[in-house]
């Protein structure tokens, strides 16, 4: 006996040698697809009958600090540089465990609402995140950020409790948990201390999560530094290579771009921040054109304001086009693939592909509502039309978190109560 069926309903696989399943049945057991197809002789304990859904593959978040949920809304409108340096910093350093664990949870029950099944973290207080994750049944690779800004000791203290995070927490969650290293970015660590970062996560078999020139002030100040730009610098001390998850990558040439290629190096889009920011615009066309990893993550609710990874596909795919001048770049299904494919390839997960033998991460997609119908191609309602709150079943390690809008893992109004609670004692502190 199987664990669950999902039967009459329209599978989206993102399996480039099936393409979709009109009228279609997964089956599920042990937390991993056993099944799919039009048909099957197997019977469950749980049988969900989906008829007007989409069935497809859950989001992956390949970008996030979900603990600064709990900033969402809280400084806007500001350069990049008054943004974090006056207002994010000194309220970061104000978080307590309680603040980034209530953070996380709002987070998660936000990602499961919104079809996310599994995402990429680099934030402080990492274990309370992990906690979180354990707790709310979503999937997550996680690292501890950590910045040096060249100081010795503090680099030795940072590569410490990144190291500590890694060991403890890997594999955990039934294996929902993977971690990675998380030294925030070349202009705020040293040289030596990547060094030492990469020669730790190849040690310890993990990947690394950076962010990458996604700034130009980042560009100008490694030129200013090194005489060359954070993708030459890193190629340098043999940084690069598929276990890094590198984000933004706004301000590449195309030297970069070959360089990112070549090493197949996994590119985090971050659109809506890149935007908010104002940032500038990753090259996502010329970088896939070249063969490149290219996922799609939010970012910290500082800079976004949600977790809508719908919302971000769609603004990735408009971006790229208006920036190129050329509408046919980043086509739906394109999109589709970044942030389901390319983002389990990017965190190292057998999901973003409904296929036997792959981890049961899935949502489910209400197509009975008015702004998705009619339907001539589901793809690209999916990315043109739909959002996050058309999902109404969301299932994760074979579980389902949320069925028919309601959220089964967590406490759904707890959650955002104590969010609330901790947003205002942390406002009081922050101004005193
Ligand atoms: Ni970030």
């Known amino acids: 006996m199987a664990d669950m069926i999902i039967k009459n309903v329209y599978i989206l696989t993102m399996d480039p040698s099936v393409g979709d399943i009109e009228n279609g049945v997964v089956v599920i057991e042990n937390g991993m697809i056993k099944e799919i197809g039009t048909s099957t002789q197997c019977s469950a304990e749980k049988v969900i009958d989906a008829k007007g859904s989409v069935l497809m593959p859950g989001l992956i978040n390949t970008h996030c ?42 987070a998660c ?44 000791e503090k680099a030795d203290k940072e590569l410490k409790e990144g190291s500590a995070f890694v060991k403890e927490w890997n594999g955990k969650a039934d294996g929902r948990i993977d971690t990675m290293y998380g030294p925030h970015a070349p202009n705020t660590c040293s040289r030596d201390f990547l060094i030492r970062v990469k020669e730790q996560a190849v040690k310890d078999n993990v990947k690394i999560h950076i962010h990458v020139l996604e700034t130009e002030a980042e560009l100008n100040y490694m030129k200013e530094n090194f005489g060359v730009c954070s993708i030459h610098f890193l190629k340098g001390i043999d940084f690069w290579g598929p276990d890094i998850l590198a984000a933004h990558c706004v301000w590449l040439s195309d030297g970069d771009i070959r ?18 920011l104002a940032s500038g615009i990753c090259p996502v066309s010329k970088l896939l054109e070249a063969g490149a990893n290219v996922c799609i993550g939010t970012d910290g609710c500082a800079s976004n304001n949600n977790l809508d990874m719908f919302e971000e596909m769609r603004t990735a795919a408009l971006l790229q086009k208006v920036s190129t001048m050329d509408p046919t770049v980043l086509p739906a299904r394109k999109v589709l693939e970044m942030a389901t494919i390319n983002g389990a390839k990017a965190l190292g997960i057998k999901s973003g592909m409904l296929k036997e033998g792959y981890n049961a991460d899935m949502i489910i997609v209400d197509m009975n509502k008015p702004h998705l119908t009619p339907v001539y191609d589901v793809a690209s309602h999916l990315v043109y039309a739909a959002s996050g709150k058309d999902v109404k079943t969301t299932i994760v390690n074979g579980k389902v978190l949320m069925e028919e809008g309601k959220v089964l893992s967590l406490d759904e109004q707890e959650v955002i109560d104590i969010a609330i609670q901790r947003s205002k004692e942390l406002i009081l502190k922050i101004n005193n």
């Open 109 to 152: 029950l936000e990602m499961i609402r919104s079809g996310t099944v599994a995402f990429a973290d680099m934030y402080i207080h990492e274990n309370k995140v992990a906690q979180a994750v354990d707790e709310a049944g979503i999937r997550a690779a996680l690292s501890y950020g950590m910045i040096d800004f060249g100081n010795k």
């Open 259 to 276: 360089i990112l290629a070549e090493y197949d190096v996994n590119i985090s889009h971050n659109p809506i921040s890149n935007m908010k």
């Open 65 to 106: 600090h979900a603990g600064m949920t709990i900033f969402r809304g809280y400084a806007d409108d500001m350069q990049l540089q008054d943004w974090l340096e006056n207002h994010i910093w000194p309220a970061e350093a104000q978080l307590t465990d309680e603040d980034i664990y209530a953070g996380t949870r709002l």
